[in-house]
């Protein structure tokens, strides 16, 4: 007897990259989000040290997963692994290698082959992926703890995929177990309704747009169709998405601090009076992701029936670049930790921001710069404020037998 398993993730974030984003086409089209940073440098996870955080919360749930997830026979001699909306890659090494020793050590054989597949969208850094996933470049979380790769344990491949997960990527009833972090609230298409008004965001606004929540519907239906038909009976499917909670937080807007959302309005408003951008760009900002509600995680499930809700928890991760500053372990000077602290936010906005330009523009990357040094300007004045604490959904399904 052997157990198959399929695990992904979404680091992304921040995704995300920045958080990264599936593309709506199969054949794997561009998305809405573009990767700061030059590819095979792996900026994203040398900038967004909080997923690691986000990931160790959602590890022991993953790996209880695992210890309850039934052994099954399998053709294949390889146990395959998935790897959903995975950014540069970095982010999710560490959980990966703890899933493979634990799968190895449940089904009893240390060499057991895995196969490690890598999703996201076709315009990815991949060679950052390949970086990472193969132990090239070295990685380490907020705290300097090194991460290692997987693929030093030995016995395991590593492929990628292009196609994007509001789609099917992977055969029917060939995947165990599936994760995704930080990634499955960019949608497949991008209405811009806010675009004119004064809310960059869904989030924000008094009542979610209606387009925004719309298409949010119809690609979290999708999304679980998808995973429904790659899952073998009785696999497992863990999905850490960020949501708006029931006291109402979400990434960045929490108890804690200052809006992460209102510094961003405040550096982007302040280019206007810089007399950098139009009333029109400043107006232009419209992210096209959707932060959904534990109600409105669940409101299709009935339409999927052989998709079965194990669990359904909100968790709210602290930033860890405001809490190593507020505890004095950082050492850092109010504008290095500005430095230090803005380009989490950067890796998954930058390119949102940067759209809401005009098109004719031959200026855009130094109104960019620009808005960046306005935002840690604004965080060097009081930088204990300054964080962006993750709010998700940790969501585990089953696929029933």
């Known amino acids: 007897m052997r157990f198959i398993g399929v695990i992904s993730f979404c680091i992304a974030t921040a995704s995300t990259n920045g958080l990264a984003l599936a593309s709506s086409k199969a054949t794997g089209g561009a998305g809405v989000h573009v990767p700061v940073g030059k590819d095979g440098e792996g900026l994203y996870t040398a900038s967004t040290k909080g997923c690691f955080d986000v990931i160790d919360t959602a590890t022991p749930i993953i790996l209880e997963e695992i210890k309850k997830q039934p052994v099954r026979e399998f053709g294949s001699p390889a146990f395959h692994v998935a790897d959903y909306g995975t950014a540069d890659a970095g982010t999710s090494l560490g959980l990966l290698s703890k899933m493979v020793q634990n799968i190895r050590k449940k089904i009893d054989n240390e060499e057991q082959e895995i196969v490690l597949h890598y999703e996201d969208q076709l315009t990815n850094e991949w060679q950052s992926v390949f970086n990472h996933a193969l132990g090239l470049k070295s990685v380490s979380d907020a705290y300097g703890n090194a991460i290692s790769s997987p693929y030093e344990l030995g016995n395991v491949f590593t492929e990628a995929c292009g196609v994007g997960f509001h789609n099917q990527c992977y055969a029917s009833n060939s995947i165990d177990f599936g994760v995704s972090f930080t990634a ?58 960020f949501c708006v909670s029931e006291e109402g937080y979400f990434l960045g807007q929490t108890d804690e601090g200052v809006s992460m959302w209102d510094s961003f309005q405040t550096a982007w408003d302040q280019l206007k009076e810089q007399n950098l951008i139009d009333e029109e760009e400043r107006l232009g900002v419209s992210f096209p992701n959707y932060y959904r509600s534990k109600s409105e995680f669940m409101q299709c499930i009935d339409d999927i029936p052989e998709m079965k809700v194990v669990s359904i928890v909100e968790k709210v991760v602290r930033c860890p670049y405001r809490e190593l500053y507020n505890s004095g372990k950082s050492g850092k000077t109010a504008r290095e930790y500005a430095e230090w602290f803005v380009p989490t936010t950067k890796t998954w906005s930058h390119s949102t921001f940067k759209s809401a330009l005009r098109a004719d523009r031959e200026d855009k990357d130094e109104v ?3 808005f960046w040094e306005n935002y840690i300007s604004l965080v060097e004045k009081d930088p204990s404020s300054h964080g962006m604490d993750y709010v998700h959904s940790y969501i585990t399904f089953e696929k029933l037998e």
């Open 184 to 241: 499955m609230h960019w949608l497949s298409d991008f209405p811009s309704s806010l675009r004119g008004k004064p809310f960059m965001h869904a989030a924000r606004c008094p009542e979610s747009p209606l387009p925004e929540k719309e298409q949010a519907a119809k690609d979290w239906k999708s999304i679980l169709q998808a995973r429904a038909k790659e899952l073998v009976p009785g696999g497992r499917f863990v999905c850490i998405n």
């Open 368 to 370: 960019m710069t620009q």
